[in-house]
């Protein structure tokens, strides 16, 4: 009997030490120790917005939002001031490039004349730009050639979800536009839903989502539940949404509408890297995709992320979750301030930093520098 009390006792002391290491091991993925991969991304300053914009009245204070590349310049939204800026990639040198500073309002015509209210997001296709004109629930199309500013889907002033025709179709607050193919996909934020646009006939139908149901279910087009989606991206076959309120990375596969969660758990805000469901976002609201990799503002945390498609695996490339502020450094030494909108050019990362009024430059570094 003391032998078999003994064996018993050495099997309940075993059992214990088993989960101490198993929970150690578990907490060990919230740990965010600083890997080489990690420090290879050199943070520095290209623009830094004042009140030394041409055209911009003195003592304004500038908000930067969303980024798009065309040529050797980033358009940039200000959707606190109501315009779009015009940044040299050479030099970072500044320009206000339409709207009028703290203005908002709706007008189309010339750029210099134009009005927006609340522009978020903005995408190109080599010849125009498309702005999501949050406050005016459109998307408006400017001729980079031209200067040209017109009203490409949605009704001025005029909230909603209803699907059709130009003139007939509505968005709701939308912040995030992407490009794939003949269409455009729209992030209709406060409509809960991922809209798709034809660029040619300017129709608009759902692509996944229920106008006004916010939720965070997966599921197959109208099934599928969002919150607050912000951010799109696309690639060959999908498009990945920062679903901001949620939290997470979504991917909706473009052929039948299919939503499925990458990474992030829904209504747990937080700062872990991991894989999938381990992972957690802050209000991420900008994502850009690069082959088998994402690239995500996580503007609450004020940091940069980084998912492997494949495998759903998160890192943080730049920037700490546990202070905001402004610094160039390498990796999570650099510091951000609600970093909102990122664009990527070659091997380089631009990223809106809002509060900072400053526009960061992202370099991968070999590893032994």
Request: glycine fraction near 12%; charge should be positive.
């Amino acid at each position: 009997m003391k032998i078999r009390a003994r064996s018993t006792k050495f099997k309940a002391a075993f059992f214990v030490l088993l989960m101490v290491v198993a929970i150690n091991q578990g907490c060990d993925k919230f740990k965010k120790g600083k890997s080489e991969s990690d420090r290879a991304f050199q943070v520095s300053t290209l623009a830094r917005l004042n009140s030394a914009v041409p055209g911009v009245r003195e003592g304004s204070v500038f908000y930067p939002t969303g980024l798009t590349i065309v040529d050797k310049y980033i358009y940039v939204t200000d959707s606190y001031n109501h315009v779009i800026y015009k940044v040299s990639l050479d030099t970072g040198a500044a320009v206000l490039y339409g709207g009028s500073p703290g203005v908002s309002g709706f007008s189309n015509g010339l750029i210099k004349s134009a009005l927006f209210y609340r522009p978020f997001g903005i995408c190109n296709d080599g010849k125009n730009l498309y702005v999501a004109d949050s406050g005016n629930n459109v998307v408006r199309k400017i001729v980079l050639l031209t200067g040209e500013v017109s009203t490409f889907i949605g009704n001025p002033g005029v909230s909603g979800g209803l699907n059709g025709e130009p003139g007939t179709a509505l968005l709701n607050h939308p912040q995030g536009v992407a490009i794939h193919g003949a269409n455009l996909y729209i992030a209709d934020t406060s409509g809960a839903t991922i809209r798709k646009a034809d660029m040619i006939t300017r129709d608009v139908k759902n692509a996944a989502g229920l106008a006004g149901v916010a939720g965070r279910d997966d599921g197959s087009g109208k099934m599928a539940r969002f919150n607050t989606p912000r951010g799109v991206a696309a690639d060959e076959k999908n498009l990945y949404i920062a679903d901001s309120i949620n939290g997470a990375i979504r991917k909706v596969i473009i052929e039948n509408g299919e939503v499925s969660t990458l990474a992030g758990v829904p209504f747990h805000p937080g700062s872990t890297d991991g894989k999938g469901s381990w992972a957690a976002f802050n209000n991420p609201s900008s994502v850009i995709v690069d082959g088998d990799i994402l690239y995500i503002a996580d503007t609450a945390n004020s940091t940069i992320r980084k998912l492997i498609i494949s495998t759903g695996q998160v890192t943080t490339i730049a920037g700490n979750p546990i202070e905001n502020g402004y610094k160039d450094d390498i990796g999570e030494d650099a510091l951000f301030n609600t970093p909102s909108g990122i664009v990527m050019a070659g091997t380089r990362l631009y990223v809106a930093d809002t509060a900072n009024h400053a526009i960061r430059l992202l370099e991968m570094r070999p590893l032994n520098q």
